[in-house]
């Protein structure tokens, strides 16, 4: 499976070190060519044991991970997010609705005050309110498709620039204890919360159960990618299957030439 994966620059590597030879990356495809990108390049690690072993090299695509970070598209799409769940039940009381306010609370005439037929008037203290919220209110809106791409395209560029993503070639450990998947991260230094991303919705049992009491560690297929999701974990780990089907995602949507068929 990694054949495919791992840059020929491996071949440039000892088991002393880096040899002599000038490193030539490899184009991914047609699309390198025509942005004169060069491709990143990461690490793939292991999860079986604590101590980190690097087992080849992945490329990444420079318009999915070395996009230019835009932080207003990334604000708009995890205000996007905040909002698109919230509904508002705000119920304002009319007139007909208050308590009281039976009779008129003076007379018509004969005492020099202005005319009023009940104290629940909308002009009296406590009285109903007008045109007020009467109905379970959606703050429900749909951001443009380039706007979201933008979003996750700028968002997994930081996490790459900042050091805060790695690829692993799968989830599976050796153990359901807890306490080795918070060894591993604290030995690798993967921040204070890591968000694990699978490709498929069905994840090994040692990392579920090891991951299940463990508030700050999330486990997230990769079609529930998001930015709110990435920016409120400090690391983020993917598989090298789900990093492959990202990228081929975003890249198929991004080269689309009608906007309008994108669903998903």
């Known amino acids: 499976?990694?054949?495919?994966?791992?840059?020929?620059?491996?071949?440039?590597?000892?088991?002393?070190g880096f040899s002599t030879k000038p490193l030539i990356l490899p184009v991914i495809n047609k699309h390198l060519d025509q942005t004169n990108q060069v491709a990143r390049q990461v690490w793939i690690e292991n999860m079986d044991t604590t101590n980190v072993q690097r087992k080849g090299l992945m490329e990444l695509h420079p318009d999915v991970f070395a996009a230019p970070p835009r932080i207003d598209i990334i604000h708009r799409n995890v205000i996007w997010q905040q909002k698109y769940k919230y509904v508002s039940f705000a119920w304002a009381k009319t007139r007909a609705e208050k308590r009281g306010g039976g009779r008129k609370p003076w007379p018509q005439k004969g005492q020099g005050r202005a005319r009023h037929g009940s104290i629940r008037s909308p002009i009296f203290v406590n009285g109903g309110v007008v045109h007020g919220p009467r109905n379970p209110t959606t703050h429900y809106y749909m951001l443009p498709y380039w706007v979201r791409l933008a979003g996750l395209t700028s968002t997994l560029s930081?996490?790459?620039?900042q050091d805060d993503l790695h690829i692993v070639d799968?989830?599976?450990?050796?153990?359901?204890?807890p306490e080795y998947?918070?060894?591993l991260l604290s030995e690798r230094k993967w921040g204070p919360s890591a968000l694990f991303i699978n490709y498929e919705d069905i994840v090994p049992r040692n990392i579920a159960v090891a991951t299940d009491q463990i508030?700050?560690?999330?486990i997230m297929p990769a079609y529930?990618?998001?930015?709110?999701?990435?920016?409120k974990h400090t690391t983020l780990i993917l598989t090298t299957k789900a990093v492959a089907?990202?990228?081929?995602?975003?890249?198929?949507?991004?080269?689309?030439?009608d906007?309008?068929?994108?669903?998903?």
């Open 158 to 161: 930081a996490k790459l620039a």
């Open 224 to 231: 529930g990618l998001n930015v709110f999701s990435m920016l």
């Open 1 to 16: 499976m990694f054949k495919s994966l791992i840059s020929p620059v491996l071949q440039n590597v000892t088991a002393r």
């Open 181 to 183: 998947i918070q060894n």
């Open 259 to 264: 906007s309008s068929t994108i669903t998903k």
């Open 170 to 177: 799968d989830l599976e450990i050796p153990t359901e204890d």
């Open 215 to 218: 508030g700050y560690i999330n």
């Open 245 to 257: 089907h990202i990228q081929e995602r975003i890249l198929h949507c991004k080269n689309l030439q």
